[in-house]
């Protein structure tokens, strides 16, 4: 009976004192909560990362989706708007542009200005939409050297106001103007009424020097023209 009591004492000291079970509790008290949280830190850096990464997922998917269509404008060498819409709708073929250009065209051509350097650069415009070699650069060529600007510009100015631009065809234009003829000091000497044919083509430019030039790629390529009586 003694021997058996002393053996169960001996077996419940035993289970006390274990020193793994001792070491482990130890080691759960002191080091189990730091693991959990750096377990929990761990599944919380997880789960940001995924959210920043379906947002930003989500940024280039609507990004890649969404359109921003521009408004153009038309400015003319005066600064004054001559076509608009959206840049969708205008194209080289719009109707409503090479209408606008033809008209610019046709007051650079015909204007006189004591402003020397104002008409230097309308006649370099003129030739920058005239077709290389066609019969509209003769034409027209001919014109300044018979009748030239500065020379017209000792005696007086002419102003020019496009009535109309009407296609006769995909290609061809008859055009209206008025031209106002003044003197040095301003007064009205002549108002003749004129109409022209012209020919166009066009050439989009390929580099960003054409399109600082002739940015709708408009060449005209026959040119005529004559006094309404």
Same mark, same amino acid.
């Given at each position: 009976?003694?021997?058996?009591?002393?053996?169960?004492?001996?077996?419940?000291?035993s289970e006390v004192y274990n020193p793994y079970l001792a070491a482990r509790?130890?080691?759960?008290?002191?080091?189990?909560?730091?693991?959990?949280?750096?377990?929990?830190? %761990?599944?919380? +850096?997880?789960?940001c990362a995924l959210v920043a990464l379906l947002g930003t997922a989500g940024?280039?998917?609507?990004?890649?989706?969404? %359109?921003?269509?521009?408004?153009?404008?038309?400015?003319?060498?005066?600064?004054?708007?001559?076509?608009?819409?959206?840049?969708?709708?205008?194209?080289?073929?719009?109707?409503?542009?090479? #209408?606008?250009?033809?008209? $610019?065209?046709?007051?650079?051509? #015909?204007?006189?200005?004591?402003?020397?350097? +104002?008409?230097? #650069?309308?006649?370099?415009?003129?030739?920058?939409?005239?077709?290389?070699?066609?019969?509209?650069?003769?034409?027209?060529?001919?014109?300044? #050297?018979? $009748?030239?600007?500065?020379?017209?510009?000792?005696?007086?100015?002419?102003?020019?106001?496009?009535?109309?631009?009407?296609?006769?065809?995909? %290609?061809?234009?008859?055009?209206?103007?008025?031209?106002?003829?003044?003197?040095?000091?301003?007064?009205?000497?002549?108002? $003749?009424?004129?109409?022209?044919?012209?020919?166009?083509?066009?050439?989009?430019?390929?580099? =960003? %020097? =054409?399109?600082?030039?002739?940015?709708?790629?408009l060449y005209v390529t026959a040119a005529s023209w004559s006094k309404v009586?």
């Amino acid at each position: 009976m003694g021997i058996a009591l002393k053996n169960a004492n001996s077996s419940a000291a035993s289970e006390v004192y274990n020193p793994y079970l001792a070491a482990r509790r130890e080691w759960d008290e002191r080091y189990g909560e730091f693991i959990t949280r750096a377990r929990n830190w %761990r599944t919380v +850096a997880m789960l940001c990362a995924l959210v920043a990464l379906l947002g930003t997922a989500g940024t280039v998917w609507l990004s890649a989706r969404s %359109r921003v269509i521009p408004f153009v404008v038309l400015i003319d060498s005066l600064g004054r708007p001559v076509a608009s819409g959206l840049a969708e709708q205008t194209s080289p073929g719009d109707e409503r542009l090479r #209408r606008a250009v033809i008209q $610019d065209w046709i007051e650079n051509l #015909r204007m006189v200005t004591t402003d020397g350097i +104002a008409q230097r #650069r309308a006649i370099d415009r003129v030739y920058a939409q005239i077709a290389s070699g066609s019969s509209a650069q003769t034409f027209i060529s001919e014109y300044y #050297r018979n $009748d030239p600007p500065f020379k017209r510009a000792q005696t007086g100015t002419v102003s020019v106001d496009v009535k109309s631009v009407l296609p006769t065809s995909d %290609r061809t234009f008859e055009v209206d103007w008025i031209e106002t003829s003044r003197d040095l000091y301003g007064n009205v000497k002549s108002t $003749d009424h004129w109409k022209g044919t012209f020919t166009i083509a066009l050439n989009p430019p390929s580099d =960003e %020097r =054409e399109a600082r030039i002739n940015p709708l790629g408009l060449y005209v390529t026959a040119a005529s023209w004559s006094k309404v009586l």
